[in-house]
T-cell receptor, first 117, second 112 residues
Framework: GAVVSQHPSRVICKSGTSVKIECRSL??????MFWYRQFPKQSLMLMATSNEGSKATYEQGVEKDKFLINHASLTLSTLTVTSAHPEDSSFYIC?????????????FGPGTRLTVL | DQQVKQNSPSLSVQEGRISILNCDYTNSMFDYFLWYKKYPAEGPTFLISISSIKDKNEDGRFTVFLNKSAKHLSLHIVPSQPGDSAVYFC???????????FGQGTELSVKP
């Protein structure tokens, strides 16, 4: 299957700093990437949809000025958590969509564990 | 409003037996459903999917059944193996925007 990587795999930062997470599709081009977050023992919650060359579409309740998404190329999307606070500590996962006919399959990255002190 | 629900947070099964994981949805616009397997601190791994034009899809030990009238799908794993122990998420999309809506997950434990 398609391979999606994320970097870094884990990051610890101080409150008030900004953190950038990269998501790359390694062996395919992804016009659409998605960003999720998962709290312990909970489901994956979609944060935003990132389309190459255009602005991201954010889900209700997600602050676009806090979670900056850039999808500058067909293989790279970045999520920047600005002015991070302890409540932003979570597991962030990206996915890339692969179109196969009418089907819509998403392949996920390994995730990034963010801890804000 | 939880559009995709997995009402069993956990399931324990003996090795060699069948594991049945259930998922219900409320949005009749959903037309594509997927199951993912997830280990702690890792991203989900795609397992199997089904389109709403089908009621069954099989891939090796994994079979997904879809009952559109009941808005219910299930994942059958047979025979279950200890390596199947993980959290299983069902997800649904309406194939328009490509967004996946996930259930809460069911933690499967297969005991030797």
């Amino acid at each position: 299957g398609a391979v999606v990587s994320q970097h870094p795999s884990r990051v610890i930062c101080k409150s008030g700093t900004s953190v950038k997470i990269e998501c790359r599709s390694l062996d395919f081009q992804a016009t659409t990437m998605f960003w999720y977050r998962q709290f312990p023992k909970q489901s994956l919650m979609l944060m935003a949809t990132s389309n190459e060359g255009s602005k991201a579409t954010y889900e209700q309740g997600v602050e676009k000025d806090k979670f900056l998404i850039n999808h500058a190329s067909l293989t790279l999307s970045t999520l920047t958590v600005t002015s991070a606070h302890p409540e932003d500590s979570s597991f962030y996962i990206c996915s890339a969509r692969v179109r196969q006919g009418l089907n819509n399959e998403q392949f996920f990255g390994p995730g990034t564990r963010l801890t804000v002190l | 409003d939880q559009q995709v629900k997995q009402n069993s947070p956990s399931l324990s099964v003996q090795e060699g037996r069948i594991s049945i994981l259930n998922c219900d949805y409320t949005n009749s616009m959903f037309d594509y459903f997927l199951w993912y397997k997830k280990y702690p601190a890792e991203g989900p791994t795609f397992l199997i999917s089904i389109s709403s034009i089908k009621d069954k899809n099989e891939d090796g030990r994994f079979t997904v059944f879809l009952n559109k009238s009941a808005k219910h799908l299930s994942l059958h794993i047979v025979p279950s193996q200890p390596g199947d122990s993980a959290v299983y998420f069902c997800a649904a999309s309406d194939n328009q925007g490509g967004k996946l809506i996930f259930g809460q997950g069911t933690e499967l434990s297969v005991k030797p």
